[in-house]
């Protein structure tokens, strides 16, 4: 009964950002535990090594989701491979990393488009079927900066603290057709959108200290978050943030 209600084969999902970091990441743990997984980024190259990588029945769709006019192909295409996915996560993401007095608008626009209006129309594009299968789960991607404001983070910040909100609409939108939305909140982890932070060793290692257990995340740490929130085992879980960073927000 307990394995049966972590159980995902079967599933089919689509993944944005999953030529790297934690979506790529989150695209390899579901090909992983029997999921089809449509990976959609913007690097082809890096989309086929996550394929040689994973194995299982996986297809690729390249898009730059910052463009959200692509919304529409990108979700026809992404239905193409395996049906309409039962799972989507919304992993892909930006950080321009500019103060308050660097911001322009063009990068405010990618950023929010990226961050958080992609994530929107895509899940609102599958909304329909995973309503008729009257099941789904769909998963964002929240952050550190959901809760508090950071050096140089203003329009991730803001893009980030939406998508809280936005995720707890889906929630009271979708929720009463069996369609659970919730959101994963990772602390650091080293990825390439982090990279500027573990190139410093010594802020590496006061983030570390940071946390409750004493450490930042390593990807494998997403493993059971991800489990439990593509599943069954989350069925009554909906609309809620889930900080995966080791107690840092807890401090």
Partial sequence: MINSLFDLSGKTACVTGASAGLGEYAARFLVQSGVAVVGVARRGDRLQQWQQASGGRTAAVVADLSDTATVPEVARQVCAAFGPPDILINAAGINTRQSAGEVTPQGWAVTLDLNLTAPFFLAQSFAGAMQDKGWGRIINFASLQTFR???????????????????????????????????????????????????????????????????????????????????????????????????????
């Fill in 149 to 251: 404001a950071f050096p140089g983070g203003i329009a991730y910040g803001a893009s980030k603290a939406g998508v809280a909100q936005m995720t707890r609409a889906m929630a009271e939108a979708w929720s009463p057709f069996g369609i659970n939305a919730n959101a994963i909140a990772p602390g650091f982890f080293k990825t390439e959108l982090t990279a500027a932070v573990f190139d410093d060793s010594e802020r590496s290692a006061r983030n570390a200290a940071q946390t409750c257990i004493g450490r930042n995340g390593d990807v494998e740490d997403l493993a059971g978050p991800l489990q439990f929130l593509c599943s069954d085992a989350s069925a009554y879980v909906t609309g809620q943030i889930l900080s995966v960073d080791g107690g840092y927000t807890a401090k």
